[in-house]
């Protein structure tokens, strides 16, 4: 597992911070779908107790980016195709149909506004 060193703000506590961090590198890819997660490893990496990690990937596994297997492993899930392709298709639905909307009704405030 490659996960970059994460600076952590004193001030804000440790557990979001690190949730934000993995989740970023899960979203870009950059820990690849299947990679193994160790909070021991974890913990080492960021320099912080295995808690803080554990709220963490809990917090990961509910947004389904990562699978916890409890007493064995933590994985970075797998990207379902079937689920990205029917969120791509009701996302560009929506943008259009905001689209068409705002062009039966044209707003130069509005218009000034998406263009800044």
Wanted: proline share 6%.
């Amino acid at each position: 597992m490659q996960s970059q060193k994460l600076r952590l703000d004193r001030s804000r506590h440790a557990a979001p911070q690190v949730f934000e961090h993995l989740r970023e590198q899960i979203v870009s890819l950059e820990l690849a779908p299947g990679t193994a997660l160790s909070r021991v490893t974890l913990a080492e990496t960021y320099g912080l107790s295995q808690t803080p990690i554990r709220d963490a990937l809990m917090r990961l596994a509910e947004e389904a980016l990562v699978e916890i297997y409890p007493q064995h492993t933590t994985v970075v899930s797998r990207i379902d195709i079937p689920a990205a392709r029917q969120a791509h298709f009701l996302r560009q639905s929506l943008e259009l149909e905001i689209v068409h909307l705002l062009a039966q009704r044209p707003d130069p405030v509005l218009h000034k506004r998406l263009q800044a």
